[in-house]
């Protein structure tokens, strides 16, 4: 079975302060893939990044980077020098079970990210 | 593109109602996924359709939910008879499911309330 947990439900910042949100997931498939997906207050989902399980180099991405580890099962999220356009719900999603037909994504809760100015 | 697009955006029935929802994926895009969005289960998928073939429907709550799409360009979801519970935002997405991890790309969503 899939699972991903996002332990922080709320976090709460000043601006500029560099913020960090956790994921740790469970899965016994080999090949996988984990996502990120930035939920604003208007209510869409927006995609921010992908990786799969043979690539745990690190990404950065402007003020964004991600930190894979596969021996903790995680992959983190930071927001560094965060802005008030950052405040919206960030889930971790994962991709598993890999088949000719399969691309169900299991999500997390979220983490709801409220900077203030 | 346009993206993903859902309508309608806001849906207000009563408790007994039909209501349809419509989602026009991406254009090329091989996947299609309908979600529900509520407070108390997060971000749960319903059902999702490969070449306009319903894949895995294991997550529609009831008989009452049912999804359809006719052709690569248009989906249907249909909740006959509408009920409270329903209420909650509605989200279509699409994929190009070259190969399984292609990232979903998802439509504004549908925010449903059946009173």
């Known amino acids: 079975a899939q699972k991903v947990t996002q332990a922080q439900t709320e976090i709460s910042v000043v601006e500029k302060e560099d913020v960090t949100l956790d994921c740790v997931y469970e899965t016994r498939d080999t090949t996988y893939y984990l996502f990120w997906y930035k939920q604003p207050p208007s209510g869409e989902l927006v995609f921010l990044i992908r990786r799969n399980s043979f690539d745990e180099q690190n990404e950065i991405s402007g003020r964004y980077s991600w930190n894979f580890q596969k021996s903790t099962s995680s992959f983190n999220f930071t927001i560094t020098a965060s802005q008030v356009v950052d405040s919206a719900v960030y889930f971790c999603?994962?991709?598993?079970?890999?088949?000719?037909?399969?691309?169900?994504?299991?999500f997390g809760g979220g983490t709801r990210v409220l900077v203030k100015p | 593109d346009a993206g993903v697009i859902q309508s309608p955006r806001h849906e207000v029935t009563e408790m007994g109602q039909e209501v349809t929802l419509r989602c026009k994926p991406i254009s090329g895009h091989d996947y299609l996924f309908w979600y529900r969005q509520t407070m108390m289960r997060g971000l749960e998928l319903l059902i999702y359709?490969?070449?306009?073939?319903?894949?895995?429907d294991s997550g529609m709550p009831e008989d009452r939910f049912s999804a359809k799409m006719p052709n690569a360009s248009f989906s249907t979801l249909k909740i006959q008879p509408s009920e409270p519970r329903d209420s909650a935002v509605y989200f279509c997405?699409?994929?190009?499911?070259?190969?399984?991890?292609?990232?979903?790309?998802f439509g504004p969503g549908t925010r449903l309330t059946v009173t």
């Open positions: 999603a994962l991709l598993s079970g890999i088949k000719a037909a399969g691309n169900k994504l299991t």
């Open positions: 359709f490969n070449n306009n073939v319903p894949i895995d």
């Open positions: 997405a699409s994929s190009g499911g070259t190969w399984a991890g292609d990232e979903q790309y």
